[in-house]
């Protein structure tokens, strides 16, 4: 039994691209932007920060400082496109690999890093940044969107919510439902997709036999391949679904075809089940390059200013650094709270209990 | 006899089923050229072939639901679920399918399906890695539970829950899924029957139950008690469904006083159905009520605070004192 591993895989035509790996602005039927150079180079900016985050996390990782880390290097275009094209009321629901739409959204990155130090579950509050708490669970996340957007309706509300989820979760039985819901209730809601063609060791034909952008038609509604390292594609795209979903015109799935460039976390060895020739061929079409080219090609930015955000990611690096080890940890009777939200005599007794335990020690 | 760690002895088990039994299947998420998250089936899909070591999608409902449908058509799966926090989109299809068909056929299906779980803390994971959700499935008729502590059952025990025509959970403990030990593979004379306890250190003033990764804190702990001057009986239950009663009864007759450990919450768990088996039969045998040390009722915490959830050394001799104290 063997199979093809190139279906599913390619790069079919209907990818919605605005700018090439080499940097030049093309043009697509369906879906254009116009940005000024003040956001170009604003996209660049939140590009090379996220992917500092990201680097400084990875070392952090490796020097015992985190217990694992999820890395979103290569997908920076995906999450700050589909991040950007948000506006505030709109409510977000991650997986644990969105760092950039976190980022975007006004997280402190050191939020995250809490989760991965084993300090917290997640340390903010999601109706603060209108961000919610990273799922780890694969897929839970897409009905609780669904609701979240259905309440929205609810309220006559102008919003959306979008629900981030890779190309593996699309196997989850929650995620269908949440398709199935969406489509039913015509839910304000963009399901976004980062196809990064692998889940774990898995490639993307142990999840699907067609693209997956087309599983949204047999649902009941339009889904849309887009280069997933081209930001200004993915903002596009991603803006005109948002809009159409609080316009009362129901759901988008974006399928955003990109690519995990580092190991699925910190505990895993991608060299068992992929060539190395796979990450080069996708090294050429970095989402930050293209657009750097793309800037010096049309003047919008000149090396001073490269080193300007060069300077600004080595201090949001160095500060992250030193606020995650300075990160005091939980004191250990903070696991019995907020596990209610009322009074609960079980979890008072058992606190008692083993706060009388320590004391103890001390004696 | 070969040394080999907990996860090479499960490995070298569902190796040797493979080769006994053409019908015995390996599914679950990234088992085939990873060789599982723990490396647990490594090497199998190259030995055994795509078909026989399978790679699912990313659904557990699916991969437990289809295992029914092969065993259904005489193959013996042998699922993994990656991690203990995700058997729960699994739950549907083991607890009102797996569990109930055979009986609800009056016998004539058989369902040798193997759920093999990755449980417990002490890995320093992220949430939803450390679970440890026995009582879910011990609350459920129709399912075999069972829990491995050391390579020898580990290699053993995964033969036997393959062997089994019922649908058997298996945990495996995965912060010792490095420790080493002896396994005699040559021969099974030494097997131990697979719903059956095992005395793990006899000792004769007080009793240790336990299972899966608590087994080597309660050795540990057993050990410390010594220089106190106690002699603690250490048991380790191996099989939670069906419970070897004789061997735990026994025991709290001998020694009057049973501590029982698990890191799953206390309330509501495991120990529950012990203590209330032990009151229940040995009533008059008992110098103290019988104590249960185990996790908190809160849901597993970040893993900076997990070695306050979990049971230690101290926290079972803590309980040992407190046997003492009545
Ligand atoms: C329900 C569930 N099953 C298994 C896992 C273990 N797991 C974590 S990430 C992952 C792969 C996810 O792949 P994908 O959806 O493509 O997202 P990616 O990690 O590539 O961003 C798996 C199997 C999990 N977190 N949740
Ligand atoms: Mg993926």
Redesign the pocket.
């Known amino acids: 039994m063997t199979v093809d591993a190139s279906r599913g895989a390619e790069a079919p035509p209907e990818l919605v691209q605005l700018l090439t790996p080499e940097g030049e602005r093309v043009q697509h039927p369906d879906y254009d932007i116009d940005l000024t150079p003040e956001e170009v180079r604003s996209l660049y900016r939140d590009l090379v920060l996220v992917r500092r985050v990201d680097l400084e996390a990875v070392a952090l990782q490796r020097q015992g400082e985190l217990g694992i880390w999820?890395s979103l290097l290569g997908?920076e275009a995906a999450q700050i496109g589909s991040g950007r094209a948000l506006t505030d009321a709109d409510m977000a629901f991650p997986?644990?690999?969105e760092h950039g739409v976190a980022w975007c959204r006004d997280v402190d990155p050191l939020k995250l890093l809490g989760l991965f130090r084993g300090v917290n579950h997640g340390g903010w509050d999601p109706k603060e940044h209108n961000f919610h708490l990273y799922t780890?669970?694969?897929?839970?996340q897409t009905l609780h969107a669904v609701g979240y957007a259905m309440g929205i309706q609810r309220d006559d509300a102008t919003a959306a919510t979008i629900a981030y989820?890779?190309?593996?979760?699309?196997s989850?039985g929650d995620v269908n439902e949440s398709f199935i819901w969406a489509s039913v209730f015509n839910a304000p809601i963009v399901f976004f997709c980062?196809?990064?063609?692998?889940?774990?060791s898995?490639p993307l034909e142990k999840?699907t036999r067609i693209p997956l952008y087309r599983r949204a038609s047999g649902f009941g509604f339009p889904g849309v391949r887009v280069d997933g390292n081209d930001v200004f594609a993915c903002l596009a795209v991603t803006r005109a679904a948002l809009k159409n979903a609080r316009e009362g015109q129901g759901p988008t799935m974006i399928e955003a075809f990109t690519y995990?460039m580092g190991a699925?976390?910190s505990a895993d060895d991608p060299t068992r089940y992929r060539v190395a020739s796979e990450l080069e061929a996708w090294k050429l079409k970095d989402p930050i390059e293209r657009v750097k080219s793309y800037m010096f090609k049309n003047e919008l930015a000149d090396q001073a200013f490269i080193d300007e955000i060069e300077a600004e990611a080595e201090q949001l690096g160095a500060d992250l650094r030193a606020r995650c080890l300075a990160m005091p940890d939980p004191e250990p009777l903070a696991m019995f709270e907020h596990v209610y939200s009322e009074p609960h005599a079980l979890i008072d007794e058992e606190r008692a209990q083993y706060a009388a335990y320590l004391e103890g020690f001390e004696r | 006899m070969t040394v080999l760690s907990l996860s090479k002895a499960l490995n070298e088990g569902m190796r040797k089923a493979m080769e006994d039994d053409p019908k015995v299947l390996i599914m679950g998420?990234?088992v085939g050229k990873l060789g599982g998250?723990f490396r647990v089936t490594d090497g199998l899909q190259k030995d055994f072939g795509e078909d026989r070591v399978i790679d699912t999608p990313?659904?557990?409902s699916g991969i437990i639901g289809t295992a029914i449908g092969l065993a259904l058509r005489g193959y013996r799966p042998v699922c993994e679920?990656?991690?203990d926090?995700?058997v729960?989109?699994a739950a549907d299809q083991i607890i009102t399918q797996l569990a109930k068909m055979p009986m609800r056929s009056l016998g004539a299906i058989k369902l040798p399906v193997v759920v093999r779980i990755p449980c417990g803390g002490g890995i320093g994971a992220v949430e939803?890695h450390s679970e440890s959700p026995e009582a879910y499935f011990t609350h459920t008729a129709g399912l075999r539970v069972v829990a491995c502590a050391n390579p020898a059952d580990a290699y053993s025990m995964i033969q036997q829950a393959i062997q089994s025509d019922d649908p058997v959970i298996f945990f495996e403990p995965k912060r010792r899924y490095w420790e080493k030990g002896e396994v005699d593979t040559t021969s099974t004379d030494w097997w131990t029957p697979l719903d059956r306890a095992r005395v793990v250190r006899p000792g004769t003033d007080a009793t240790l139950l336990c299972y899966g990764p608590m087994v080597k804190t309660c050795l540990e702990a057993a050990k410390a008690a010594e220089e106190d001057g106690r002699d603690l009986e250490v048991v380790d239950l191996r099989s939670l469904n069906p419970l070897d009663t004789p061997v735990v009864l026994d025991s709290a007759r001998r020694t009057g006083r049973v501590v029982v450990v698990h890191e799953a919450p206390v309330n509501n768990g495991f120990g529950a159905e012990l203590a209330a088996r032990i009151t229940e039969q040995c009533f008059y045998h008992l110098e103290s009520p019988v104590l249960r040390v185990g996790g908190f009722s809160t849901p597993y915490p970040p893993s900076k605070l997990e070695e306050h959830y979990l049971p230690d050394l101290d926290r079972v001799l803590d309980a040992v004192d407190r046997a003492f104290g009545y």
Request: glycine share 10%; hydrophobic share 35%.
């Open positions: 999820a997908q997986t644990y690999r780890i669970v694969i897929g839970s989820f890779g190309d593996g979760a699309t989850q980062q196809n990064n063609q692998w889940a774990i898995e999840q995990r699925h976390t | 998420e990234d998250v990313l659904a557990e679920i990656q991690f926090g995700f729960f989109p939803h």
